[in-house]
Every structure is written in structure tokens, then in C-alpha cells.
């Protein structure tokens, strides 16, 4: 038995810059469906180099579980 999703998170792509932004409270399934997205685009772009710039204002933290994928 599955979780819905709680929290949310955007990704944009410029030049060689990946734009992060998140959102609200996240539980495990939101930081799972994040970090599955986020390493699907980081294959397809096949960047040798890349840089990240995350966006934290709008992020109101998450359950424990999450912590993991933040690492």
C-alpha cells in the first residue's frame, strides 16, 4: 500500500544550469519521485559538466525519511 505524494518541486534547464525549486512539506514519496526525475534528466542531458542551483524559500522541510535523499 502506497502514500500519496506530498510536497512538490519544479525543474528547469538552462544552458548547462539545472534550476531546482521546492515547495511545501515533503513526505518519502515526493523526495523519491524528485530524485528518480532529477537523475532521469541528468542522463538524458549527458552533461559532462553541470552546475545546480536549488531554491529552498518556498520548502517547508519534510518527514525524516527525506533527509536520506538529501544527503
Given at each position: ?5 506530498h ?38 542531458k ?10 529552498f524559500r518556498q ?7 527525506t ?5
Open positions: 500500500m502506497g502514500f500519496d505524494v510536497g512538490k518541486y519544479e525543474m528547469e534547464v538552462k544552458g548547462e544550469i539545472f534550476i531546482l525549486r521546492f515547495y511545501q512539506s515533503w513526505n518519502e514519496e515526493c523526495a523519491k519521485a524528485f530524485f528518480t526525475a532529477y537523475q532521469s534528466l541528468v542522463f538524458e549527458k552533461f559532462k559538466r553541470f552546475g545546480v542551483l536549488a531554491d520548502f517547508e522541510g519534510g518527514t525524516p525519511e533527509i536520506r535523499y538529501f544527503e
